[in-house]
């Protein structure tokens, strides 16, 4: 994106600097960019913030499942917020807010992609429980616990993605080799290329897809015998309507770590094999949008979230104990 001005000079992010990176020339295209990410950003923003305000005021929503959604939705909404920055970042070429902001957004931003991961792995454990082990869930799987492991894994990635950024930042002297001054980003040496793939992706997606391959096995189980006993006439329990209640939930839950998944994997593949700045930008906002089509799940599938967006937007929410509304749950 380099380019001359008039005169035939070329402009640089630092003049005074000799490996200092080519201003880049703004297009119609980069404006468009700019503009497809703000409502990028706005919309992620308003969605998990009415997912966020959902759970958090109505009494009925309080429930574990609930608790890793909502840590889910705060991490979204971060994602939304910082998306201008990352705007920045991708298609300007220059970076001028400095070498610690710099550092501190990165790892900022890579724990926020991670414990988006991590939030999937606890609700596959959360399903597989209440429904492969529906009489130990109650005493296992509760708010206070669930709590617990959410601020668990938010420690975790937070010290394992900092550690990562620390060792492979741009503006570590040995990291700079080849490259220009004046961007913002992260050069990972093969080693951590690798251990990010395990630790980070592969072995977390493969506990959540052997879990959601039992749950969807005991579902299928669990929804024949139903139809079977409704077929002959005979009484349907409340038990064994809680737990199609139950499966229809795991199958929900199971949608969003799909989209989750369609929306990473290309990333990783683009990323170890061929380098291409603009395929890995395009995959990059994919991975983004992510952020943005988790709510667009809960509203589809989700019948409390039709009813709570609706009692926040025309605020009723104010109203004298509006928390203690009744909302359909599906959890």
């Known amino acids: 994106m380099a380019y001359e001005t008039e005169d035939q000079e070329t402009q640089y992010c630092f003049p005074d600097i000799n ?10 295209h980069g404006y468009i960019a700019y503009l497809l990410v703000s409502l990028l950003s706005a919309w992620t923003v308003f969605l998990n913030l009415l997912v966020i305000i959902s759970i958090s005021h109505f009494k009925k ?43 501190l957004y990165l790892i900022f931003i890579v724990i926020l992609l991670s414990a988006s991961l991590s939030n999937l792995v ?17 005493q296992k799987i509760t708010i206070t616990k669930t709590f617990m492991c959410i601020c ?60 959601y391959l039992r749950i969807f096995y005991v579902v299928h189980l669990q929804v024949k ?13 409340e038990n064994l309507l809680k737990r199609k209640s139950e499966s229809k939930a795991a199958l ?23 380098y291409s700045s603009t395929a890995m930008n395009v995959l990059i906002w994919a991975v983004h949008s992510n952020s943005g089509l988790n709510p667009l799940v809960y509203a589809l599938f989700y019948p409390w979230f039709k009813k709570t967006g609706k009692l926040i937007l025309t605020l009723k929410i104010f109203q004298p104990a509006s928390s203690f509304i009744v909302v359909h749950n599906i959890n």
């Open 122 to 138: 606890l609700i596959a454990v959360d399903r597989y429980v209440a429904v492969c082990h529906p009489l130990l869930y109650p």
């Open 252 to 274: 929900t839950l199971g949608f969003i770590v799909t989209v989750y998944l369609l929306c990473w994997i290309p990333f990783y593949i683009c990323s170890l094999t061929v």
């Open 225 to 237: 015998v139903i139809n079977s006993l409704m077929k002959g006439g005979k009484s349907v329990t």
């Open 152 to 211: 668990m894994c938010w420690v975790c990635f937070s010290a394992y993605c900092t550690a990562l950024v620390i060792n492979n930042s741009y503006f570590d002297p040995s990291h700079r080799t080849g490259v220009c001054y004046g961007q913002c980003l992260v050069l990972m040496s093969f080693s951590w290329t690798v251990t990010d793939l395990f630790v980070g992706f592969i072995f977390p997606c493969a506990l959540i897809i052997t879990l």
């Open 19 to 28: 490996s200092s990176c080519v201003k880049g020339r703004h297009s119609s």
């Open 61 to 103: 929503l309080h429930t574990p499942t609930n608790m890793i959604i909502l840590s889910l939705a705060v991490n979204d909404l971060f994602i939304g917020l910082i998306m201008p920055i990352e705007a920045v970042r991708l298609i300007e070429t220059c970076w001028y807010f400095g070498d610690t902001f710099c550092n």
